[in-house]
Antibody, heavy 122, light 107 residues
């Protein structure tokens, strides 16, 4: 059974950084992309970036380029998303989500983590 | 970026009703359109992928269809557990984007 388990809620001050983990199990980790999607209160989900299947190269939304870093620990089947220079508008629930199987489906999200609430407040 | 415009933003319905939600893409996206259901405090759940394919384990009362750049999610015989917010999402290219959501609540 596929599981994505994220790290717990975080509180940060403006200007700080946060790193969220996503530990996966139940599938072949390197055969699927893993995405990061955030959702601010009352807003639609928003794609931040991903690590692609196979070569494991990261890719980022232009909106977050320069502030977000996604890394992978293949030995632990875990991905990490770090967001820096936090501001109040970054207060949101951050999700990891697995991409679908194969290149046709790798930009859809078939399994999701439980979400990590990141609160940015002075 | 490709925009997906969803309508209505909310609707009220009763158990047993048939409801329809639409999504329009700002450009051609072939069948790269997916639908999700989200309940409060939970992650979105994939219902329909590639416009009309039912995700494993999803009840057959959920149906997706397409016509050009217009996509439709139909829920037949609405059940109590179907009251939720629904999002469309295109997966045609990067960045994948979501519609603004449709909240289905009790009439």
């Amino acid at each position: 059974q596929v599981h994505l388990v994220q790290s717990g809620a975080e509180v940060r001050k403006p200007g700080a950084s946060v790193k969220v983990s996503c530990e996966t199990s139940g599938y072949s980790f390197t055969n699927y992309a893993l995405h990061w999607v955030r959702q601010a209160p009352g807003q639609r989900p928003e794609w931040m970036g991903w690590i692609s299947a196979g070569n494991g190269n990261p890719g980022y939304s232009q909106k977050f380029q320069g502030r977000v870093t996604i890394t992978r620990d293949t030995s632990a089947s875990t991905d990490y998303m770090e967001l820096s220079s936090l501001r109040s508008e970054d207060t949101a629930v951050y999700y990891c989500a697995r991409g679908g199987s194969g290149s046709y489906y790798n930009l859809l999200f078939d399994y999701w983590g439980q979400g990590t609430l990141v609160t940015v407040s002075s | 970026d490709i925009q997906v415009t969803q309508s209505p933003s909310s609707l009220s319905a009763s158990v047993g009703d048939t409801v329809t939600i639409t999504c329009r893409a700002s450009q051609h996206i072939s069948s790269y359109l997916n639908w999700y259901q989200q309940k409060p405090g939970k992650a979105p759940k994939l219902l329909i992928y590639a416009a009309s394919s039912l995700q494993s384990g999803v009840p057959s009362r959920f149906r997706g269809s397409e016509s050009g750049t217009d996509f439709t999610l139909t829920i037949s015989s609405l059940q109590p557990e179907d009251f939720a917010t629904y999002y469309c999402q295109h997966s045609y290219n990067i960045p994948p984007t979501f519609g603004q959501g449709t909240k289905v609540d009790v009439k």
